[in-house]
């Protein structure tokens, strides 16, 4: 698969994900994981880029000893985001299954 | 690998792509939150970082996070303008063509200021302690024209530079880098002897005793690999540095050729680096050899074309840098 296509695919999946409750990088990548076949090379960048453009908010939980764990939330930005990508990921795969003759609803 | 070695390995990766060092620091503790949070969930510490992937991968995912200080670039970027105009102003308004060159000092001083982000402060003062110091050197020497003793303020530099080291390299490095040259000002002001600067032999002898001397050499060649040729290019290296001492010595002795005999040692990084780049496969750009090369022409050709022409020299290390710089 196209990587530029997947990284896509994978930041509608990341915001969906982020939008049910808040998560650490690393539940974040097992959940993805758990469906999708990912390393954390191409999820951890996914994050903080979206946590650059405002759609993600971090917060830092100290737990005491060794480095703070950041729990991503979605921002009211992102949940904007999460419909936006959820229509054009529709409006593709509807495109896809008239081509491929499958019928999608 | 475990989880330091990881860790270590990041941060070395991260460096070569240039990412701050703010947003280094941010992504070894998220990794390192990553490891400790699958290993409280059950995994192994082998299982994660095998998961995790390679760091140079991880690096090479993030290098999008590359110079992202637009303002920092700009600034440096229009140094060379601003350093050319301050040039002729003082030129031509106030005839201080010389030390008045020192304001292209500007230009690599902006660029070590942008790039501090990366950097701690005792490697921040240590790569601004070259232009401090020869700043201070050439204004002193030009206002007062008293060159000698004032050239022992380039003892900054490698006493800065200790303060990078572990606590023992520290003390000894102040002491050896910080009271040797105060001992040999006070011995030139109270007792004048031509042979005060045996004191500086103290230097030497440390450096031999402790391996340091042969340590950098060592460190400059080094992980070149075992064969026959390295090693010989690492026995011609100690060889120069052996004779470029005893030609100095022997110009200074016999000629009273101290200045500019000292030129001399300019030729040991410059081997040392063109070995470097025979035996490595990351080259050393040649911007890297030009504030040799410049310092050389500029102090050999001053005397007979005039200073006030031959700092131009400089400009070779912007320029260079241009042609060398990635984009």
Redesign the interface.
Known sequence: MNSQFKRGVLELCIVKILSIRAMSTFEVLEVISNDLNVNENTVYPILRRLTSDKYLEVKKNNIGVGAPRKYFYLTDLGEERLVELENEWNTFLKGVSRILGVSYE | MNKKEFLNELEECLYDYEIRRDVIEDI???H???I???IE?GSTEEEIID???RPR??AR??K??KKKSGAGYKITAVSPFIATILFFILGFQLNFWHPGWLVFLIIPVAGILESSRRMALAELLVALSPFVSAAVFFTIGFMYNVYHPTWLVFFLIPLLGVFNGNKKDKLVGIVIFGLVPLLYLYLEIINYSEYNWVVFLVVVIYGLVTGHIDGVIKIDLGNLGDNEEAKRDERLLKASVLVIGVAYIILGVSFNLWHPGWLLFLIIPVVAMIFVNKHHSSEIPFVAFTPFISVALFILLGDYIGYEYSWLFFMMIPIAGIFTTED
């Open positions: 070894l503790s998220d390192e939150a990553l400790d949070e699958a969930r998961r995790l992937g991968t991880i995912s993030l999008g996070e």
